[in-house]
């Protein structure tokens, strides 16, 4: 038999156990219909492990992390921050890829959305550098490097190859001139040099949110610095409807994370009506990006089985939970997408 694929699963705090529950429910039916080779280690990340270890990411679970081929994982609360950064740094994820569209039968802001948002992962402000002045003058650091505009366009021109072939930088490089400059122009030089076939257009921030609420549609793949695709990836999930919907990927050369987007959402933990969907399709996401990476068929036919079967609930609109204007419980919303997953 071929060797396993070892996915770490991190099922996080607030409704993530739940959503995790739920997911992995779906993970054995497809293993069995499938007999795929998977070697699950479920790892304690997050608050629970803060304050049971002294740690949001132990070293215990992060050898486990180390050695997996992908990462599941749930919200995490209060400590997400930490742990966020610990693995993307840690593994290199330098791409944050969010794909924001709307599901049939789903109520949304706008119908016409249908984009991927390309998020630089390492740099810009998030390096977190940050420093007092005398005088009461706060100063933060803003990092952007031609190699990591480099990568993060590769990526993004490969999704955009694709997809409609078009791409848009998204920038603020009539402010910032060096670094949103450097980014721009690294776009458009990878853009000539390696995919003429993609068109490349440009847009300032602001405008880019106005018109992610007016003209979606005008939008196909969004490649932008990190500040700026962390506020327009989480409009775009709410243009769309239900936050409850969005999958997301941590993406580096070798290792990738899927997780939903949503948090922990500790308003409603524990009542059993959290919605499982973003984490369903964080799972799908995996599988595929797992196949596709060692050719291997039945992980991506697997992958492509649970969007199916999410998307199909979706649309019957029958067992939908809460967020979704339904009144279902994530168990049986769960019970609905196996019981689409064919035998
Ligand atoms: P964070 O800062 O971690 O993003 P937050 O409280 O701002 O946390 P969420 O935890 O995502 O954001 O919750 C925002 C709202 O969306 C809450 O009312 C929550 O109940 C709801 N929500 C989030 N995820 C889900 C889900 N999977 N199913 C149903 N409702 C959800």
Known sequence: MSTPYRIAVIEGDGIGPEITLATLNVLEKLRRRYNLNIDLVKVEVGDRALAKFGSAVPEESWKIIELSDAILK??????????????????????????????????????NVDLVIVRENTEDVYVRAEY??????????RVISRRACRRISKIAFEIAHKRKKHLTVVHKANVLSLSDGLFRDAVYEMGRTMYPDVTVNEMYVDAAVMDLVRRPELF???VTTNLYGDILSDLAAYVTGSIGLAASANIGDNKAMFEPIHGAA????????????????????????????????SMLIAGKEVENAVIATLSKGERLTPDLGGSSSTQEFTEAVISKISL
């Open 74 to 111: 749930g919200p995490v609360g209060e400590s997400a921050g930490d742990v966020v950064v610990k693995i993307r740094r840690g593994l290199d994820l330098y791409a944050n890829i969010r794909p924001a569209k709307v599901y049939p039968g789903v109520r949304a802001l706008r119908n």
């Open 132 to 141: 007092m002045l005398p005088e009461d003058v706060a100063v933060a650091l």
């Open 266 to 297: 500790f308003d409603i933990a524990g009542k059993g009506i959290a919605n499982p969907a973003a984490m369903m399709l964080s799972l799908s996401w995996l599988f595929k990006w797992l196949g596709e990476k060692r050719g291997d068929h």
């Open 220 to 222: 196909d793949v969004i």
